[in-house]
Nanobody, 131 residues
Framework: QLRLVESGGGVVQSGGSLRISCAAS????????VAWFRQAPGKEREGVSC????????MYTEAVKGRFIASRNRANSTLSLQMFNLKPEDSAVYFC????????????????????????WGQGTQVTVSS
C-alpha cells in the first residue's frame, strides 16, 4: 500500500519556526515529483512548494517565499518543510503529495504545480500559529 505520512505539526507563536516532514511507506519517492499543500478552515487547498524529481527545481507560492525551505532526500524517500517567521495566516493542515515523473512536466517555472497534478497524498498535519 502506497502511503505518505506527515509528522512534526504543532502550535507555535507568531514569528516562530517549525519543521514538518513526510515519509513514504510502501514505495520509493526516487522517481516522484513531490509537493506540499495546505488547507485552512473554509478555504481551498493551495500549493505551498514543490520539488522536481531530481531536486533541480524547487518552487514556492508567493506567500511563503523567503520564509519556507522545502527539501527532499531521495535516498530515504523523505521530504521536509522548514518554516521560519511563521504568521497566523500560515495556520492550516499541511499535506505532502507525490506523483510519478512520467511524460508531462510538473513543477517547473513554465507549468507551476497544481492540486490535480498529484495522485498520492498524506493524511495531513496541523500547523497552528498563535498571534
Amino acid at each position: 500500500q502506497l502511503r505518505l505520512v506527515e509528522s512534526g505539526g504543532g502550535v507555535v507563536q507568531s514569528g516562530g519556526s517549525l519543521r514538518i516532514s513526510c515519509a513514504a511507506s510502501g514505495f520509493s519517492l526516487e522517481n516522484y515529483v513531490v509537493a506540499w499543500f495546505r488547507q485552512a478552515p473554509g478555504k481551498e487547498r493551495e500549493g505551498v512548494s514543490c520539488i522536481s524529481r531530481m531536486g533541480g527545481t524547487t518552487m514556492y507560492t508567493e506567500a511563503v517565499k523567503g520564509r519556507f525551505i522545502a527539501s527532499r532526500n531521495r535516498a530515504n524517500s523523505t521530504l521536509s518543510l522548514q518554516m521560519f517567521n511563521l504568521k497566523p495566516e500560515d495556520s492550516a493542515v499541511y499535506f505532502c503529495a507525490a506523483v510519478p515523473k512520467v511524460g508531462r512536466v510538473i513543477c517547473s517555472p513554465r507549468t507551476g504545480f497544481h492540486l490535480a497534478d498529484f495522485d498520492t497524498w498524506g493524511q495531513g498535519t496541523q500547523v497552528t500559529v498563535s498571534s
